[in-house]
């Protein structure tokens, strides 16, 4: 059974400032891993998918890496904004594999501070 | 591209009822839906998988005859929360897999189903 651990808990800095997120899971046999942003009462918005074939993905602000023999992920913030302030989930696959759903940590809430 | 949609966006109703929630998959076809719940302050626990055309398989701790999930169509799953309690209160998510042409095994997620039972 997957298990997915989210460090910080909880993250408060200044705007302007880089950040890393970290991820990490006990099974290591996943097809890919995702991270995921949650604002307050709302639902999930996807920010990166990587492949077990991949390291990296980026997509603007945002840099994702995949360590499959460590069993971690980092999510990576440059120049924060307040408008990144959310809740960061990353989940992995439940039993290992591609197949089957996935098992969330319990995420990193974060507040940039204007 | 991608996109699911869950109706409704919140439901209130009465303990001892039931309620349906849909999960449509709008511009592809999900041969695989999944079920999510996330309780207040806590994170999403993967309730049941559901695949078009057979029985849904649930997690352990989830009851099948208390939440029942149909999959007729390649774009339509149904979750019902039968004879409905203050405790099954909660926020339920639901997710498609992709199928061809798409990201191998990335699901994409609905915006969620506020259940409050009073």
């Known amino acids: 059974k997957q298990e997915v651990t989210q460090i910080p808990a909880a993250l408060s800095v200044p705007e302007g400032e880089n950040l890393v997120l970290n991820c990490s899971f006990t099974?290591?046999?996943?097809?890919?891993l995702q991270w995921f942003r949650q604002d307050p009462g709302k639902g999930l918005t996807s920010l990166l998918l990587i492949q077990s074939s991949q390291r990296e993905q980026t997509s603007g602000r945002l840099n994702a890496s995949l360590d499959k023999s460590s069993g971690r992920s980092t999510l990576y913030i440059a120049a924060s904004q307040p408008g990144d302030s959310a809740t960061y989930l990353c989940?992995?696959?439940?039993?290992?594999?591609?197949?089957?759903?996935?098992?969330f940590g319990k995420g990193t809430h974060l507040i940039i501070q204007p | 591209g991608a996109v699911v949609s869950q109706h409704p966006s919140w439901v209130i109703c009465k303990s001892g009822t039931s309620v349906k929630i849909e999960c449509r998959s709008l511009d592809f076809q999900a041969t695989t839906m999944f079920w999510y719940r996330q309780f207040p302050k806590q994170s999403l626990m993967l309730m049941a998988t559901?695949?078009?055309?057979?029985?849904?398989?649930?997690e352990q701790g989830v009851e099948k005859d208390k939440f029942l999930i149909n999959h007729a169509s390649l774009t339509l799953s149904t979750l019902t929360v039968t004879s409905a309690h203050p405790e099954d209160s909660s926020f339920y998510i639901c997710?498609?897999?992709?199928?061809?042409?798409?990201?191998?095994?990335?699901?994409?997620f609905g915006p969620g189903t506020r259940l409050t039972v009073t």
């Open positions: 559901s695949n078009e055309g057979s029985k849904a398989t649930y």
């Open positions: 997710s498609a897999r992709g199928g061809y042409g798409m990201a191998p095994y990335e699901q994409y």
């Open positions: 099974d290591s046999a996943i097809y890919n």
């Open positions: 989940a992995a696959p439940y039993s290992g594999g591609g197949a089957d759903g996935l098992t």
